[in-house]
């Protein structure tokens, strides 16, 4: 089996996060993001900026920010912005973060099949020839709890998504639990490396 991450983001719920406090000024003068911000939109209701590597988008509920050019060094950074964002906003009611990983995988069904040990002749006889399987797997790891949901594309394709979430009113809680972001993504390359060889 082979995989390649194909998307990464964290994401920070909140009972209600100020999107009108963010703007391209306020992210310069506290170093959220230390890059040329090159698209911003600010409505009402929510925020968007755009830098060469990183998308943040923030409204009242949730805060995300993703990587658009996945590399050591983009992802090494990625909690870090957070934790400045958090940092300076302590007031705000946090009550969540999570880490989002996204894997294009090639694995072939058969091989799928049998790793569930599936009936493939009873599935057949119950669905048709030529289904296609996926599974949601829920799991814990360091106070997270995860998912992982594998997505058939076809039959040589599945989309990995992983998603870990840690839930607490502690602000400093959720900042200490930025430092496990590199070990979350160990556990999924870990566990997709388990898959292959099971």
Do not use: C
């Amino acid at each position: 089996m082979d995989f390649q991450l194909i998307q990464s983001n964290i994401v920070v719920l909140a009972n209600k996060h100020n999107p009108s406090i963010i703007s391209k000024e306020w992210l310069s003068r506290n170093d959220i993001i230390e890059e040329n911000i090159i698209n911003f939109t600010h409505m009402p209701v929510a925020s968007l900026v755009e830098t060469t590597n990183y998308n943040l988008v923030v409204d009242q509920n949730r805060l995300q920010l993703s990587v658009k050019n996945l590399t050591p060094d983009t992802l090494k950074l990625l909690p870090q912005f957070i934790m400045k964002y958090m940092e300076k906003l302590p007031e705000t009611p946090y009550i969540a973060i999570g880490y989002n990983y996204s894997y294009d995988i090639k694995l072939e069904q058969k091989l799928l099949k049998e790793l569930l040990k599936l009936n493939d002749r009873k599935l057949t006889e119950t669905f048709s020839e030529g289904y296609n399987i996926g599974m949601i797997v829920k799991f814990h790891f360091n106070n997270f709890n995860a998912t992982l949901t594998l997505n058939p594309i076809n039959s040589v394709k599945i989309i990995g998504d992983f998603n870990f979430q840690f839930e607490s009113s502690s602000r400093n809680e959720m900042i200490n639990k930025l430092f496990d972001h590199f070990e979350t993504k160990q556990k999924t390359e870990e566990i997709l490396r388990g898959l292959s060889s099971a």
